[in-house]
Structure formats: C-alpha cells, structure tokens
C-alpha cells in the first residue's frame, strides 16, 4: 500500500466535520471565537477516550503482575522540575516572520519558506522557549510562590519509585504505569487535536536490571506495537523509526518511535525511550534521598534502568478516526460515510432502533434497549427515517444495530445489522445478548504473537 492509497480520499477537514457534527471533538470556547489548540469533547469523544485508556490499562496493568498503576499531581514541587532538566533543556527554537508576524519554531521551516504567508528569508533570529507552564501557587505572587503545570508524567513516577516499590514489594523487573493530563506551551499548534497544550498521557516507567540481558527496549517496541492492531489499526498505516544518536534526548540512550500515517504524512503518535539511570540518579542528587534497589540475589544496592513507552491519549484518537473514515458508494448507487472501528474503541457497539416512532412499538423497543443497554455500550435512536439513522450509526461507527419492527411485537424476535457488510440477521431477542457478543467478537481484529513481530 502506497501513501497515496492510505489517505485517498479523506481530508483532515472531513474527519474534523464529522468530529463536531457527531459529537466527538467540539471547539473550546467556541462561543467566543475558540481558544488556539484547545479542545473540548462531545458525548461520543468521552465514550471513546474512556475505551482509549480502558484499553491500554487492561494491557498495561491488568493483565499483568509486574506492572502497578499510580496517580501523581499536576502541580509538584518546581525542584522536581529542575532535578529532570526541564527547566533548563525543555526547549524549543522559536522564530518570528517578519513578513506575517507568525510565531513558528524554526527547526520545522523548511527550505527557507514560512509556512503561513510563503515568504522566503524573512525570519527573526532564532531564540530559545521554554516549553514549561508557569504558574502560582498561594496568595502571594513572588518567586517563592512559582510552580509548574507538569509537561510529563513520568517525573511524578520517578520520584515515588521507593515508595511504590517498598508498598507492593516488587521486584525487579517491574513498572510503574499513568494516565493524566500533561501541559506544554507549544510555540505552533496544528493538525486538529495532534499537538495541543493540554493533552492527556499514558505513560510506563519499567525498571530492570542494568545487567540483565534481555533486551527490554526491543521488547515494549513489540509489545506496544501489539497493542495498535489489538485496536484494530491498519498495519500499513504505523511503521517503527529508531531515532539516530544526534536526535536523542538528554536523558536517552536509546528512542524508537511509533508513527502513523495521518492526512499530513508521517506524525510520532508514541516514543519508547530507554532512559538508563538519568532520572533516578538526578532526583536522588537532588533530594539527597537514596532512590536505589536493593538486590537480594547480589546483596547491594543497584539504580535501576528505565525504558518508557509514553503515548497521547488524544494522538490515540485521531489515529482512529483517520483510519476509520471512509467515504463509500454502496451496490444501488447511494453513498455513506461510516467509520470502521473496532468494537473495542467504538463509542457504541449496539444501537437499537425501532422501525418507526410508533406508540405500539415503542414499549416493545424499549424492553430490548433494556436488554441490550446493560451488556453493551448502546444507543436508542427513534428519530427520522430508519435508512437514516442506519447511516447516522454507520457515520459513528456503530458495528452493530438491532432493529425491532412491527413482527417483532408477535415473534418477540429482532434483526441485527452489521455495520461493515450490511448483512441482517433476524434473532429472538431471548438470545440476543449471546448473539450480539458473538457477532462483536468475531469483528475483533486479529493480534500477532510476539514472535511474529519483526522490528
């Protein structure tokens, strides 16, 4: 598959229509005018998100015993911050046109050309930004008062490693696994929700032995790339990119990122970094408390090494939406636009909808919306033709719709619709939860073995 097959079709704007329309991702403050790179989302978003971090908790914590989950503060200690580096290496080069007065980070220019206005030459200087959010804290605004808004979460790990690591009694290897809001003041914000200030992370911090051999970066590359088709992804649409010596971070002996395909081309969505000992030796510098691990089996005192798969939830979710959207033209000429999710990330698997709005129906309708509601996220739908709301579920990825008409009042009996082929099945609705699962189950997209991962 070329890159030109990957994104024929769909635009950026389209997917960014249907975000609003539908009510996945609004406009922040869009009453008065919006607010750069701030987003809010919409009933269908949240139901998304909420699978986004369900999904990468159950494969991250829950279905392993070596992994534990904790959940620091947004606003810590500012020495916390100058123990990492942030407050003197999270930069970011910034210009200035002089032609249209935009603000742009000068390590993305290319070819001498402000992306805005297309002048050629016409910069300021470059200067140095800092990416950190500044605030106060307290009554008095002074020096003292200073604190940041976290750019990360993975510091609030890092300095709770003695205390989680001596309450769970873990030993190595083990991790120590996030979810929460992180904020950075990003020069230029584009790409709809693919860089904004206030984003939310998922992020694992995983020690291990600096001496032990088994290659533990090479593994969460695997591991993680795993989870993108347990989502469903188009395998053509992520390819793995280890970053050269002279891209590395600070802190980094060695990067791999995840990218996907998005409208644009090739975007990072995840970074998986083997950090060595740099931050458990610079936050027990600092604080002057010991953050080592004491080695049964060797009977001393060792700083472990880290490798850190850290991702945007809201990166996560415009992966999903690109690789979903499509724009199709069926068998009798007419079209539709629906969004081919996995069950597992779709806002709702199950929509019931009767066949008309009818006062003999609608108690019948009910009565299955309550069988359905409780086992599957569903929807109820009575409004408008049943061909349009079998398009409106379609447009928000709904793999299946159970239709009850008026047989079903005799028959006690139901028909579901699948989303991607459009094949109906009539069931009784006595087991129609059974069938549902069946059906939902077998759109599961299928996950590779470990072994059978090549990076």
Known sequence: MTEADIVEGVSLEAIVSLAKRRGFVFPSAEIYGGFAASYDYGPLGVEMKRQIRELWWQAMVRERDDIVGIESSIITNSKVWEA?????????????????????????????????????GRFTEAREFNLMLKTNVGPVVDASSVAYLRPETAQGMFINFENVQQSTRKRLPFGIAQIGKSFRNEITTKQFIFRTREFEQMEMEFFCDPQDPFDWHTYWKKERLRWYYRLGVNPDRLRLRDHNPEELSHYSKATSDIEVHYQWGWGELEGIA???????????????????????????????????????????MLMLLSDAYAEETLENGDQRTVLHFAPDVAPAEVAVLPLSRNEKLGPTARRVYDVVRPRFRSQYDDAQSIGRRYRRQDEIGTPLAVTVDFDTIDDDAVTIRDRDTMKQTRVSISELPEVLNQHLVAMRPHIPEYDEIDV
């Open 84 to 120: 990492s580096g942030h407050l003197d290496t999270f930069h970011d080069p910034m210009t200035d046109c002089l032609n249209c007065q935009a603000r742009l980070r000068s390590d993305q220019i290319e070819e001498n050309t402000c992306p805005e206005c297309g002048s050629v």
């Open 274 to 316: 083997h950090r060595g000992e740099y931050d458990l030796s610079a936050h027990a510098a600092h604080s002057g408390k010991s953050l080592s691990y004491f080695d049964p089996d060797r009977n001393e005192h060792i700083i472990p090494h880290v490798v850190e798969p850290a991702v945007g939830v809201d990166r996560v």
